[in-house]
Every structure is written in C-alpha cells, then in structure tokens.
C-alpha cells in the first residue's frame, strides 16, 4: 500500500455550497482524467458533502447525536442525499475512465464519540484486490455513545491512509493552501511547509455552512496523518492540473504539512 493515494476532494470544489444539491461535474471529469493519466497508481478517492450533506445535517443537529426523534428523519437525509453526491462523483470519473465503484461508511463505519472504532474493510480490499478505485464520502454514521453522528470525509481520509500506509494523502479544496498573516505588511501569505508549530500560530477564519469544522481540522487531520509518514498535502483542486502534478512528485503551489 505504500504506493497508494489518498485523494480528497472538497465539497466546496466538486459542489457549488451556496446553491442547493449543485454539482461540479465538469470539476469532477477533469480531475478523473487527471488521476487516469497517473494510472495504475493505486488510488483511493474520498470527498465531502458540500451542498448536499452539510445543509441537512445543520439543520437537524445531527453532528451532536441523537436528542430527539424529529432528528431521525434528519439523520435518514443526510445519509440519501450523500448516497445522491456520491453516486454523481462516481458517474463523472466512471466517464473519465476510471475504475470507480462508492461505499458507504453509513454501512461500513462506526464512531464513538465521534471517533472512528469500526471500520469494515473487507469492500475496500475485495475492491482494490482486482483494480477498482473505492470512492468514499463524509457522511453521517452510527455511533455507540452519541447514537449518530457525523463522520467528516477529512477525517475518514487520515483514517485511510494511516491505516493503509499510503503514500500521499492530498486535501484537494478551493483555495491554494493554507495562510498565514503578516501584521508587518498586513498581508496573508501562503505557508508552504505547516507543522504543528506553525498549525497553532495560525488564524483560521470559520466557514459558514460547514458542520465539519473547516480548515481547522483539516490540518488536523494532516498533521494526524503526517505522523504516520504519509506526504501531505493541501492544494487547490480548481486549478487543472495541480493533483495531476503532486501526484507525479512535480513542485506545486500548494501547503506541505510536516511533522518535525
């Protein structure tokens, strides 16, 4: 599994977050010709919820565990409209050429407290045993202490490639990486290289909309990942090319997330 990629896609890029059940589908495409053209690179896809998941699961509270039996409805949609997002990725990137079939982690996973305690493996390994690429998603999730939850797609793909020994993980979102400020100049920058130390000098503004906690935990899922000595990287999925590139060892714009 050392050779393996741990590609997650954003919501904010395969979705357009300001308008209900949006699909980026031509964003999709190019990225599925761009991972076809690293073929047979062994690839295993996860992304978020973008337009589809986030507003339901807000609306309903359904992160925070079940409280109250008008949630279950809430919990029910979440899971069916990430089925709807992820059946829409795997139609484009099947179109690309690839190889592609989803898996739920509503079937699969198991949190507790929101943790991840159980994940069935045996899809993913019968999958990539004879050359499929498993896409996966953020979704919401049984949990043993909360009753349910919401599982971020950030974190399934750290847990991922930690316990597959990947290689890269690659966080493909809509911004170039991760900023830094400068109260010298007033200006943000791009940091290249975030460490820890770094991670916790820096100002993450919240995103509206987004029950999974934004750039924030990202890193945090990075730098979880990083530890296990998987290549990390954050870049800018919107830009042709960039994945494509990180993939094959290219420099590219984009944050590098270490462990010292």
Aim: charged share 25%; proline share 3%; hydrophobic share 40%.
């Amino acid at each position: 599994m050392r050779r393996l990629i741990v590609l997650k896609l954003g919501g904010s890029i395969i979705t357009n977050k300001k308008e209900r059940f949006s699909f980026n589908r031509d964003v999709v495409l190019r990225i599925g010709n761009e991972l076809r053209s690293s073929w047979p690179t062994p690839i295993f896809v996860v992304h978020g919820g973008g337009s589809f998941g986030h507003p339901i699961a807000e609306a309903y509270g359904i992160k925070k565990g079940y409280r109250r039996p008008e949630q279950l409805k809430g919990f029910v949609e979440t899971i069916n409209a990430m089925k709807k997002l992820n059946d829409l990725v795997v139609s484009a990137l099947s179109d690309a050429g690839l190889p592609v079939i989803g898996i739920s982690p509503s079937c699969t996973i198991t949190t507790n407290d929101g943790d991840i305690e159980t994940c069935n493996f045996d899809p993913i390994f019968s999958a990539m045993d004879i050359g499929l690429i498993p896409v996966m998603h953020g979704d919401a999730v049984f949990d043993r202490k909360l009753k349910f939850t919401i599982l971020s797609g950030d974190t399934l793909a750290s847990y991922i490639a930690r316990k597959l020994k990947a290689k890269q993980l690659i966080f493909a979102v809509d911004v170039d990486g991760v900023y830094g400020f400068d109260k010298e100049t007033s200006q943000r920058f791009l940091i290249e290289e975030l460490t820890e130390k770094v991670h916790m000098t820096v100002k993450y503004e919240s995103t509206e909309g987004d029950v999974t906690g934004g750039m924030f935990y990202k890193v945090e899922e990075a730098l979880a990942a990083a530890s296990y000595g998987v290549e990390v990287y954050i870049i800018n999925g919107l830009i042709p090319g960039r994945i494509e590139a990180v993939i094959k060892g290219q420099k590219v714009v984009g944050t590098r997330v270490k462990v010292t």
